[in-house]
């Protein structure tokens, strides 16, 4: 074990001089540590499914306060535009957290205005109308506003020409684009698409009519047509598969983004009590990972081990151990891909390791931002060891 922590952040100090825009870091890791349950037959034939008659490669990072930073999914970013040669990305799903009292991601910032009310799927006793945020937000306030403004970060310049929004109501009214100027191009039950003809770095979307009811915002999603990479990050604060599978429209919300691949980070929260119920947590991660591929049969799931954290300050928790090996028994036999991040930095006792070296957060739980970043180059190489960047490549495998 020692040899093997030695060798692992060794990696860590090579990466710490390497300049985070290199696409393509050289990492000595085991093959039993990147994609595991990964064949190239599934990547050909996922990409045979996802990428006939379309051009936009769509990437849904799923998870808890780690994901809902967006340091990961930014780096990810990142070094996906180094390696396609790509200046401009789809900025993707968005989430209003300024009404939750939230932190925002890295790459945007959510502000508004109005009377707003919200509901998280953590604590939940009953289902409640959320999608892949785990979370709405509500009002009957005609002028209520929520705005965005983007980011640009790691030299990628965030673009869009169409704007989504996910919202439920009962009234015969819709959520409008207030600015940038917009056109309506399509609509269905639930969902709004606007077509934009500026490059603007921020919009804001309100009610053009007096509300006489509630109208529920669920997620809005920014991408542009000619760009063909979208990496979206749909986190929420203290989240588990526990609080998930009681976020109703998850499903709706997959089967229209359709993406090519989702990638599934949570178990922190699940692991993190005094009472850990084994049993129930193989049922909520069961019941979770079904819902997912049902309504995205052909999407590439990728199943994540959550990292080694500490308990109240204390020592590590020894959960985090048995919710990763579960994690890691239940994609075996699905036969899903998973990313054994616990085992990879370190397994049981590591996180004093990375909190020493100024990876990790004081709290013993989350990482500081240079250790997302590790975190996400790490990712990123298991995915391009895996080939699944080339498949996944509009224009084929790269020769």
């Known amino acids: 074990m020692r040899f093997f922590l030695l060798k692992i952040f060794s990696i860590i100090v090579f990466l710490v001089f390497i300049p985070y825009q290199l696409h393509v870091v050289d990492i000595d890791v085991p093959t039993e540590h990147l994609l595991v349950n990964l064949d190239d037959n599934v990547i050909r034939n996922t990409r045979a499914d996802m990428l006939r008659d379309k051009s936009l490669v769509s990437i849904i990072h799923m998870g808890d ?30 989430f209003p957290y300024s009404i939750l009292g939230s932190n925002n991601p890295v790459d945007y910032v959510s502000y508004h205005s109005g009377i707003w009310r919200f509901q998280k ?16 937000v509500v009002t009957s306030d005609s002028g209520a506003t929520i705005s965005f403004k983007l980011k640009q970060r790691n030299g990628i310049q965030p673009s869009f020409n169409r704007i989504g929004v996910f919202y439920k109501t009962m009234l015969n009214e819709v959520p409008v684009v207030l600015t940038p100027q917009a056109i309506e191009v399509q609509r269905s039950e639930g969902y709004v698409e606007y077509a934009v003809n500026s490059e603007d770095d921020s919009l804001t979307i309100g009610f053009r009519n007096e509300l006489n009811g509630e109208i529920i915002i669920q997620a809005v999603n920014l991408w542009h047509t000619h760009t063909p990479f979208s990496v979206s990050s749909t986190g929420l604060n203290g989240a588990a598969f526990s609080g998930y599978n009681k976020s109703i429209f998850i499903e709706e919300e997959l089967k229209l983004l359709n993406p090519n691949c989702i990638i599934v980070s949570f178990g922190t929260n699940d692991s993190y009590t005094n009472v850990f119920d084994s049993t129930r947590f193989k ?45 890691k028994d239940f994609a075996e036999q699905r036969n899903l891909p998973y990313w054994d991040f616990y085992t990879i930095m370190g397994g049981y006792s590591s996180i004093s390791s990375w909190m020493d070296l100024g990876f990790a957060a004081p709290d013993g739980i989350h990482f500081k931002p240079k250790g997302y970043e590790l975190q996400a180059n790490l990712l990123f190489d298991a995915m391009l060891k895996t080939n699944i960047f080339e498949y996944f490549n509009p224009n084929g495998p790269a020769n």
């Open 121 to 136: 799927v953590n604590g939940a006793k009953t289902k409640i109308p959320s999608g892949l945020f785990g979370a709405y």
């Open 65 to 94: 306060s780690h994901v809902q930073a967006g340091i990961i999914s930014s780096t990810l970013k990142k070094n996906i535009a180094d390696r396609y040669g790509v200046a401009k990305m789809s900025p993707g799903l968005l």
């Open 283 to 327: 049922r909520e991660l069961k019941q979770f990972i079904e819902k997912v591929k049902t309504a995205c049969p052909n999407s590439l799931v990728i199943l994540t081990t959550p990292n080694d954290h500490l308990f109240e300050k204390a020592a590590s928790n020894p959960n985090a151990l048995m919710v990763s090996s579960m994690i």
